[in-house]
C-alpha cells in the first residue's frame, strides 16, 4: 500500500474516548483514587480534549447519562463545553443498572415499575441524544439473573424485545441503537444479551438502525472475536466497538495490553470487508470502553488510541493480492507469513509522520508529559474537591 493511501486512511480513521474512563473507578473491592481524576463533565471533556490534542484521533467523547448529567441540566450547554475544548458528544449510554428499582433488572423484569423507570430513562437519554445531535443510543443492560429457576428467561426475551421496538421508533432520523452483549456479570446465571447472537436477532427485531456493539472484553475466554467481526460486517449487522482488552473476564484493560494480535486481526477482518468484499464501513463506531484504576487516565487513553492507529495502520498494510494468491494455492504458511509480515512490521515512524503532518507532536505521549497537564489539573481538582469537603466516592464514574 502507498505511503499516501494509508495515510488517508488514518485520516478517516477516528476513535471514540468514555467520560468514565476519565473519573475515578475501580473494582467492586474498591476504588484508588487520582488526584487528577475528573469528576464533573466539564473536567471529563477537558481531559478528552486534550487527549484529541495530543492525539488528533479522538474528536469525539461518549456520555454515561447518569454518570454526566443532572436533571434540569440544559444538554446543549454540554455539547458547547465540548465543542470549546475541541471535541464533540458522541454516544449516549443509557443507565439501566444503577437505580436501586433494577435489582431484578430493567427493561426484562417482570416488575412494571422497573420497565416504566427504564422506559422514561431510555426516552429521556434520546432526548438528550437529540439535542446534543449525537448519532448513537448505545445500550447496554445488566439484567439477568444469578439463579436457575428465579424468573422465566423467555418472558424477559419477550419484555426486551417489545422495549427494544420501542426505543428504536422513539429515536429521530440518523440516530443509531447499538446492542451491547455481555455473557456474565453482573448477573451470573443468565444475561439476558449474552452474546452477539442474540443481540444480532433482538437488534435485527427492533428495527433497521439497531445495530451490534461488540465489546473486545465481553467474551468468554478463546472465543473468536475476529470470526463474529467478520460475520456481523456480511450481514450489515455491526454497528461498532468497545474497545478494551482483557485477560481473564471483563477487565477493562488498555487496548493490546494482553494481546495485540488478535486486535490486528479485528482490524485485518475490516479492511477484507472493505477491500474484497465491498463492504461500507465509514459509519463503524469506534469507542473506547476502558475504566483505567491503576493507570494515570489521560496517560492509559493516549496509549490506548495509539495502539488502535498502530494496528489499524499494520492491518491497512497487509498485502491482500500476495494473501489471495497464497488461499488460491493452499498455502497455509504463506498465507499466514502475509499477516505475520504486516503485524510484524514497525508501523511507529510512519505515524509519528502522519502526525507531524497534521502538526501533532510525532511523540503525543511524550508531548503531554512535557506539557504538565496532569500536575497542574493535579492541583486544581484537588482544591475544588476540598472546598466540596472531599473525594466523593459513590457513583461509579
Ligand atoms: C459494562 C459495559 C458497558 C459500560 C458499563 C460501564 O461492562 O461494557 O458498555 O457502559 O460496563
Ligand atoms: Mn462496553
Ligand atoms: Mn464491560
Known sequence: MERDELFNLLDEFKIETPSWGYADTGTRF??????????????????????????????????????DFSVGVDASQTAETARKNGVSI??????????????????????????????????????????????????????????????????????????????????????????????????????????????YTLARQAGPRAKVLVDTGHHLPATNVEQIVAFLLDEDMLGGFHFNDRKFADDDLTLG?????????????????????????????????QSHNLKPKIEAMIQTAMTAQELYAKACLVDRKRLQDAQARMNIVDAEETLRTAFFSDVRPLLAEWREGHGLDGDPMGAYRASGYEAKVASEREAARAQKGGQSSGAYA
Open 90 to 199: 458522541g454516544a449516549i449510554n443509557p443507565n439501566l443498572f444503577q437505580d436501586q428499582i433494577y435489582k431484578f433488572g430493567s427493561a426484562c423484569s417482570g416488575d412494571d415499575r422497573a420497565r416504566a423507570h427504564a422506559n422514561r430513562h431510555v426516552m429521556e437519554s434520546i432526548a438528550i441524544g437529540k439535542a446534543l445531535k449525537s448519532p448513537l443510543l448505545s445500550v447496554w443492560m445488566a439484567d439477568g439473573t444469578n439463579y436457575p429457576g428465579q424468573d422465566d428467561i423467555v418472558s424477559r426475551k419477550r419484555r426486551l424485545e417489545g422495549a427494544l421496538r420501542q426505543w428504536h421508533d422513539a429515536m429521530p432520523e440518523g440516530m443509531t441503537m447499538l446492542v451491547e452483549y455481555k455473557p456474565f456479570e453482573p448477573a451470573f446465571y443468565h444475561t439476558d444479551i449474552a452474546d452477539w447472537g442474540m443481540a
Open 257 to 289: 495490553s494482553m494481546d495485540p494480535y488478535a486486535v490486528f486481526r479485528i482490524f485485518h477482518e475490516i479492511r477484507n470487508a472493505v477491500e474484497l468484499h465491498q463492504k461500507d464501513v465509514s459509519r463503524l463506531a469506534y469507542m473506547i470502553d
Open 30 to 67: 474498591g476504588k484508588f483514587l487520582q488526584p487528577a481524576a475528573a469528576a464533573t463533565i466539564e473536567e471529563k471533556l477537558a481531559d478528552a480534549g486534550t487527549v484529541h490534542r495530543y492525539t488528533g484521533c479522538c474528536p469525539s467523547v461518549a456520555v454515561h447519562v447518569l454518570w
